[in-house]
């Protein structure tokens, strides 16, 4: 189930008794976000202990500390997920530092190569008096050619039909998309387990064991 209220936003999680390190969802990820506009770095990473190999992505929290630490609105909330506004980001790595899960990260975006417009007066028109002009002028070019800060996170390919890139590389469908439908499942059997466990406190015998003592 997708959508509906933030309780039932689904997240990217790996099975480490499948996950052998292979690091193909990292380069899916890559490769879906290097588009125009966009920075090509994975939103998840791998993790490898001696114990354990899986990716770690964003969990899009119900109540997300990232958001709540941003001071510009950067990172907002809906009922689909946590997402980014690159244009707000200021570098200050408060959603960094706020992330329980290490899955938020500030990288350096480069400057926008394309070629500046050529002077009025080399285009042979008047000069235009709403043209920056001096010093104001090479602080607007200087910050055009700068490198900005932005951040990035999992954004669960929401604006893909087919999903997750991560989940539909994985060579050994280690990764799964958790939703509402996933959760409720598993409390269901942990259940059914749970009330199979109490037959030991049961002041009445059950079929099974009056058929083993007959």
């Known amino acids: 189930m997708q959508g509906g209220h933030p309780e039932s936003r689904r997240f990217v999680m790996a099975d480490p008794g499948t996950c052998f390190g292979c690091k193909t969802c ?7 976000h ?18 354990v190999s899986a990716p770690v992505g964003c969990h899009h929290c119900a109540d997300a500390p990232c958001v709540a630490a941003c001071p510009t609105g950067c990172l907002y909330a809906d009922d689909d997920h946590v997402g980014v506004i690159k244009e707000k980001c200021i570098g200050c790595r408060n959603c960094v530092l706020a992330c329980p899960y290490g899955a938020v990260d500030i990288v350096r975006r480069p400057p926008d190569l394309e070629p500046e417009a050529a002077p009025a007066q080399e285009q042979g028109s008047a000069p235009d008096d709403k043209e920056p ?17 932005v951040v990035v996170k999992c954004d669960l390919c929401i604006d893909h039909a087919e999903g997750p890139a991560c989940v539909a590389a994985c060579p050994t469908k280690a990764l799964r998309v958790i939703d509402q439908d996933y959760l409720e499942r598993g409390m269901q059997a942990k259940r059914r387990a749970a009330a199979r466990a109490t ?5 009445i015998a059950f079929n099974a064991e009056l058929d083993e003592e007959g």
């Open 133 to 149: 002009k001096g010093a104001r002028a090479r602080a607007m070019a200087k910050k055009r050619k700068r490198a900005t800060a």
């Open 26 to 32: 990292m380069a899916a990820c890559l490769h879906r």
């Open 34 to 51: 290097d588009a125009p506009g966009d920075v090509a770095v994975p939103r998840l990473t791998l993790v490898t202990t001696r114990t």
């Open 199 to 203: 037959a030991a406190f049961s002041s």
